[in-house]
């Protein structure tokens, strides 16, 4: 009899790696970016098989709300020339595979190794109850609060140097002021002029 998790695991574990190997694969850039985000969901999608839901919730908030939505305007408001990035893909070829076959050695070297498969053994049991976001919380703004707020505080400057190191004033610039268009009067804007009423002849 098959279980249902592991039939819903492997489904999920080969959309993924269609989506995998479609992101490295399309010859378009937008259609890189989509596949990408169906990478995003269905690894989001085994968060949530693993039960960790704040894992998978800022999966698709961040990366597919943000992060790729970002990407997919990029590149279609560029105009990249296609053929001109393909030339030297059979040059890189031998040297990206030699790195895709070592990263894949060490995938199996760690998966295979007796710590891995003892891992799962090792840990306590949880409690059903428990909600690993309320725990991710708690930890969060009790131990490490200071850090949290740093890096807060980081991110921050980071925004506000962006936005000041991009600002460009330009003279020929059309703007309002709100706070002009508040403070003006009735005197401003209408000027009344007494002229001489013309008789009829």
């Known amino acids: 009899m098959i279980d249902f998790p592991i039939l819903i695991f492997s489904a999920f574990a080969l959309v993924l790696l269609a989506a995998g190997v479609g992101v490295i694969t399309a010859r378009n850039p937008v259609h890189a970016a989509l596949f990408l985000v169906l990478a995003f969901f269905t690894g989001s999608g085994l968060w949530l098989m693993l039960e960790a839901e704040f894992l998978a ?13 970002l990407f997919l305007f990029v590149v279609m408001m560029l105009n990249i020339d296609l053929d001109r990035l393909r030339e030297g893909f059979w040059k890189h070829l031998p040297l990206g595979a030699g790195v895709a076959l070592l990263m894949v050695a060490e995938m199996l070297l760690v998966v295979t190794s007796k710590q891995f498969s003892t891992l799962g053994s090792s840990l306590p049991p949880s409690p059903g109850n428990i909600s690993n976001t ?21 991110l921050l400057v980071a925004i506000v140097a962006a936005i000041a190191l991009t600002l460009r004033r330009r003279k020929d610039s059309k703007h309002l002021d709100p706070a002009w268009q508040v403070r003006v009067r009735a005197s401003d804007r209408i000027r009344i002029v007494s002229m001489r009423s013309e008789k009829d002849q």
């Open 57 to 69: 919730i800022a999966l698709v908030l961040v990366y597919v709300g943000a992060v790729m939505v």
């Open 134 to 154: 309320r725990e991710l919380g708690l930890v969060l703004y009790t131990d490490y609060v200071y850090p949290f707020e740093l890096a807060a505080v980081i």
